[in-house]
């Protein structure tokens, strides 16, 4: 356990929320699923898998496999995708949080130590 110090030399920690804190990917695929859905795309799992690491829209135009869409309708689909996905990213609770996050949170805080979550994704 962590030790709360009068002057701690770390005065702070950020974790990145995408599988670190949590594993975020089944929300993103989520989105991606909804949206196909709704533009009658076949989407599956493995679809999914080939657009991980891809920006929102190269994950799109690989999604898309060569459909034409204007520049404002590409730019409409990637703002749709990501509200999909802040609306299912709501329902994460303190269950979703992989082994061991929980403890070390508190251990921080015990300590007098501030904590942050960040997300260096652009899909988040």
């Known amino acids: 356990p962590l030790t709360p110090s009068p002057s701690p030399d770390i005065q702070g920690v950020i974790f990145d929320l995408d599988g670190v804190l949590t594993e975020t990917a089944e929300y993103h695929y989520r989105g991606w699923q ?12 493995q679809a999914n898998e080939a657009m991980r690491g891809l920006s929102r829209r190269d994950s799109l135009l690989h999604l898309l496999g060569g459909r034409s869409r204007t520049e404002e309708q590409l730019q409409e689909m990637m703002e749709r995708k990501n509200r ?6 709501k329902d994460v ?5 992989l082994p061991g996050s929980i403890e070390l949170l508190d251990e921080l805080r015990a300590a007098g130590i501030k904590v942050g979550i960040g997300s260096a994704s652009k899909n988040a």
Do not use: C, K, T, V
Request: hydrophobic share 45%; charged share 25%; aromatic share 18%.
């Open 34 to 45: 909804q949206l196909a859905d709704e533009e009658g795309i076949p989407f599956n799992r």
């Open 93 to 97: 609770s303190a269950a979703d949080l």
């Open 84 to 89: 999909y996905y802040l609306e299912f990213i």
